[in-house]
Nanobody
């Protein structure tokens, strides 16, 4: 029983930064690992970043490694995605999702609860 709300998307120029937030209600985020995914028009949903229940272990897609950082504040029941050095190819709807089972997965089918998404548009 988790409800997720993403926020922080918008329009930025290439090279700029955004911080996305994923706020949870219901059960605490401390019970879940969290993944960020993105989906561009006409493309499949793509894994972006992941962190464990404690936030002490993270994993990133090669396309965003070194530019994006996932973090969490379990006291605020919020997970963040800091996006720096944005590129036009980062343009997509970004989603957060929870994973209650143990172990990293890049497969969105392994994630049970999803937010509504927030649009990120990067202009050249």
């Amino acid at each position: 029983q988790v409800q997720l709300v993403e926020s922080g998307g918008g329009l930025v120029q290439a090279g700029g930064s955004l911080r996305l937030s994923c706020a949870a209600s219901g059960r605490t985020f401390s019970n879940y690992a969290v993944g960020w995914f993105r989906q561009a028009p006409g493309k499949e949903r793509e894994f972006v970043a992941y962190n464990t229940q404690t936030g002490r272990s993270t994993n990133y897609a090669d396309s965003v490694k070194g530019r994006f950082t996932i973090s969490r504040d379990n006291a605020k029941n919020t997970v963040y995605l800091q996006m720096n050095s944005l590129k036009p190819e980062d343009t997509a709807v970004y989603y957060c999702a929870t994973k209650s089972s143990v172990g990293l997965s890049h497969d969105p089918r392994r994630y049970g609860y999803w937010g509504q998404g927030t649009q990120v548009t990067v202009s050249s």
